[in-house]
């Protein structure tokens, strides 16, 4: 399924945070979205995925306008991963998982074993089926993101969108996460995901979209969009790009310097 | 899986038998606990039983609908709590906290200013405590910048002053011989002058009010996500909200207005019913409805024979509920993030 976004403004009631943003995403494409802290990343996340109202323009799952599909509807083709976070309820992780399944099940009804299954296969795909009986909020940042995943892939989508996956993540569950992410794309799914870290989009991105004041400066495969320019337009800091050789082949890492 | 749930659902049955059976037998006429099962076989079989009449009529006539109305009163508030806590992601939220107890009571209280038969009461009750949380809830969505948990409390607290000092503006323009004192005994929470005919017509809309909940008892766990998360997850967050809100609101503002203010119940009861069944609310629901029932029977049997006169009920839930919250708030929060 492909994601269509054309011209879309949005924001928070009063406060217009961006506009005239139009991307599309095919299935088993992953697209990183760079910008600075605050440059309205988030915003525009839960603007397509329908959580906020679009301000202007228009988002489509297909052939089908996100502003009259259903809410269960938008659940079952998108997928949402938030920032890990701790607010709540000391459920267990299997439980959380197992959420991913409300799109799927009417409103009074609970998850029967099909449901269980499937929240067991997606623990099983991230690999933290260890996890299953753990309580999600005493487990640690990166194993919470890895439980946030894997509920987004039991909702069964086919479109992720990812709001910093990896910020709250050590060097080696970073790495972990890229990796599932790559798995994922290559099973199918279109998948989006925001990063504080350029590096992330040579590794895992198809192409980049860079946000900067609110509108999309940048638009294409990594190579082209994440250059010493770009990067000093949206980070205001000078980082070279270089080359090196890594893993058999080449390729390009972000290299800042200090003024 | 955890075998937690069905320990937690046993003890809670067990401990509200045995608060039945206290509470039949004990008071100013001990009935024996082997007494006890003779009169009710006697009752069910239609045989003889060989014991006083007073015994008979005590059982019947005097505890029995007491009793009843405890569970009921106990096990509504109890359910309320848990949904509100679930619904607000907050443990320390309760029918009391979000005003909807005081928006009762002053409901509850027009209607007996204005001498309206127990129908007139509830209406006026349910409809008082659902503008409480209302007005509650949208303070607390108007109000950016703070911490929205705060947020939601204070609103709680503005709003029960508010609507306390109507309150005491009614009971100023009362009559003081006949309608004062009813609403101030009221007021202090008692299940002393409870009959039968009172607790059927309170029974629906508790039953009313509980079946939602039930029915929605699984996307009430998706509910604590957030609305944002749940809405992400598919879930119809807004029409959730309300049907959860209108029931547990109905339950509560029903039992109020037969009991008069019984604090605590739904602050407490949830808590320790989510200590023992965990957070799930298929299991939360059922047995914070078994432990509400229980404690609250445990209460009113000591309080109408822990003195020569009855303790009003209120009081004695306050006095529980009280370092109870304080606690909570020192040590509690922590534990469930």
């Known amino acids: ?259 | 899986m955890n075998r937690r749930p069905l320990l937690a659902v046993t003890a809670a049955v067990l401990l509200l038998l045995a608060a039945v059976i206290a509470a039949f037998a004990i008071g100013r006429y001990p009935i024996a606990p082997g007494d006890l099962v003779a009169l009710a076989w006697a009752k069910l079989t239609g045989g003889a039983h060989g014991l006083p009449p007073t015994a008979e009529t005590v059982l019947f006539q005097i505890r029995g609908p007491r009793v009843v109305a405890a569970l009921m009163v106990g096990a509504a508030l109890a359910a309320a709590g848990a949904a509100y806590q679930n619904l607000f992601r907050n443990p320390l939220v309760s029918p009391d906290i979000l005003g909807v107890s005081a928006g009762a009571a002053l409901g509850a209280a027009l209607g007996i200013f204005l001498s309206l038969d127990l129908w007139w009461i509830q209406g006026l009750a349910f409809a008082w405590g659902l503008g409480a949380v209302a007005a509650v809830y949208l303070i607390g969505q108007a109000v950016k910048g703070h911490d929205p948990i705060l947020v939601l409390i204070l609103a709680g607290v503005v709003i029960g002053a508010l609507l306390g000092s109507v309150l005491a503006l009614l009971k100023y323009l009362a009559d003081p011989y006949n309608q004062l004192p009813a609403i101030t005994f009221w007021l202090l929470g008692s299940l002393a002058a409870t009959n039968l005919a009172d607790i059927a017509t309170t029974l629906a809309p508790v039953l009313l009010g509980l079946i939602p909940l039930w029915l929605l008892r699984w996307r009430m766990n998706l509910m604590a996500l957030g609305d944002e998360e749940a809405k992400a997850l598919g879930v119809n967050v807004v029409r959730v909200r309300l049907t959860v809100i209108a029931a547990a609101t109905l339950m509560t503002a029903a039992v109020v207005s037969i009991s008069g203010i019984v604090g605590w119940i739904g602050l407490l009861v949830p808590h320790f019913a989510r200590l023992l069944a965990g957070p799930n609310f298929a299991r939360l629901l059922p047995v914070s409805v078994l432990l509400g029932a229980a404690f609250l029977l445990l209460v009113d049997t000591l309080a109408r024979t822990m003195a020569r006169i009855e303790v009003p009920l209120g009081v004695l839930t306050a006095f529980i509920g009280t370092p109870f919250f304080i606690w909570l708030l020192a040590a509690a929060r922590r534990s469930w993030q």
């Open chain 1, 1 to 259: 399924m492909k994601l269509s976004v054309l011209d879309l403004a949005f924001g928070y009631p009063g406060k217009r945070v961006g506009a005239g943003v139009s991307l599309a995403l095919d299935a088993g494409e992953v697209m990183c979205l760079l910008g600075p802290n605050g440059g309205g990343k988030t915003t525009l996340f839960k603007t397509i995925l329908g959580l906020i109202p679009a301000q202007g323009g228009e988002v489509r799952y297909g052939d089908a306008p996100l502003a009259r599909m259903a809410r269960a509807a938008v659940a079952r083709v998108a997928g949402y991963v938030p920032q890990a976070h701790t607010g709540y309820f000391p459920f267990s992780v299997f439980d959380v998982v197992l959420m991913g399944r409300a799109a799927h099940l009417g409103p009074f009804a609970s998850p029967g074993k099909r449901d269980r299954e499937i929240a067991r296969q997606a623990l099983a795909t991230i690999g933290i089926e260890r996890l299953a009986d753990s309580v999600y909020t005493r487990i640690s940042g990166g194993e919470r993101q890895m439980a946030l995943i894997a509920r987004a892939l039991a909702q069964e989508p086919r479109i992720l969108v990812m709001d910093e996956p990896t910020a709250s993540l050590d060097f080696g569950n970073q790495v972990r996460v890229l990796e599932r992410i790559r798995l994922l794309a290559r099973a199918g799914l279109a998948i989006v995901l925001s990063t504080h870290d350029p590096d992330q989009a040579f590794l895992v991105a198809d192409r980049v979209a860079m946000l900067h004041q609110g509108t999309l400066v940048r638009l294409g495969p990594p190579a082209e969009t994440i250059t010493p320019e770009s990067l000093k337009l949206v980070y205001g800091v000078d980082i070279a790009v270089v080359e090196i050789a890594a893993g058999g082949g080449k390729r390009r890492v972000c290299v800042p310097s200090l003024g």
